[in-house]
């Protein structure tokens, strides 16, 4: 599709990635004179999985690894752009992902070790993803953050950076986070908590170093800083810190069940 207009049925799904790229790199080359924002959400790595032939065969990973060869390939086409038209070093570039690996696809599917687990679970490999940053006027090279921060946290941020207000007539769920972007000394997650959903139940909290999946009177608690991959439930030694952020995970469903809006419905 380009807007509303069918452009090719059936698509060659193997020229998905490096069209994508190449529609990217004229929408820069056409607006490198005002700021602009472009949002490049690529079909891969999402199965079925495509490669072109230029990178069909390549990797020792198989197809998976062609797939990520050719992204990793196409996000540096987008950078050399960027360098050419002279805005590279005030041109912020987020790269990260939605989710973690798909691993009943097995080779096809993605590896998040030493996470646990994958896609459709809220544990660590589901939800945890890489994510780098660019912006050399303003982030340091190299600067790492721990702190915790999600995509929610993009919109209000780029209009802080853009000088813009969030919308005033509904909860904006996001903070602005571009101290833990510039890794100014001593920043911290705007954040008191995560809430870890799938669909409408809530599963899991995150407050600081502490994961609690939420199972009823099986509940497991983590220790994220000791135990990344979630495979020491200390729920049984820590029952203060069990029954304090269970009660805190109630506390805000139901306010966030009181209060949401209803979903958007396609006409």
């Not at 050419?84 to 009943?104: C, H, K, Q, R």
């Not at 953050?145 to 946290?153: F, P």
Request: glycine share 8%; with cysteine.
């Amino acid at each position: 599709m380009r807007d509303e207009e069918v452009i090719e049925y059936p698509n060659d799904q193997s020229t998905l990635t490096k069209r994508s790229t190449e529609e990217a790199i004229k929408f820069i080359e056409a607006n490198k004179q005002k700021p602009f924002i472009l949002y490049m959400p690529y079909t891969m790595p999402h199965v079925p999985l495509f490669a072109s032939e230029d990178f069909k065969g390549k990797s020792p990973r198989g197809l998976y690894g062609d797939v990520i060869e050719e992204i990793d390939w196409s996000v540096g086409e987008i950078l050399k752009t960027l360098k050419a038209a002279g805005i590279d070093e005030n041109t912020l570039v987020v790269y990260t992902s939605d989710n973690g690996p798909w691993l009943s696809k097995k080779a096809n599917g993605g590896s998040a070790l030493p996470l646990r687990n994958g896609k459709f679970t809220t544990y660590e490999g589901g939800m945890r993803e890489p994510c780098i940053m660019r912006w050399p006027s303003t982030i340091p090279a190299g600067t790492v953050c721990g702190e915790i921060a999600a995509t929610i946290d993009l919109l209000p941020t780029f209009a802080a950076v853009a000088g813009a207000e969030v919308p005033r007539d509904r909860v904006i769920d996001g903070k602005d986070i571009l101290t833990l972007m510039k890794g100014d000394a001593g920043a911290k997650s705007p954040h008191d908590a995560y809430y870890f959903y799938r669909g409408n139940a809530l599963q899991a909290i995150r407050k600081g170093k502490w994961k609690l999946h939420l199972k009823g009177d099986n509940s497991e608690l983590y220790d994220l800083d000791a135990d990344i991959g979630e495979s020491n439930n200390v729920a049984a030694v820590n029952p203060g810190v069990v029954a304090r952020l269970k009660a805190q995970a109630e506390k805000f469903n139901a306010d966030l069940m009181a209060n949401r809006r209803p979903e958007g419905k396609m006409p």
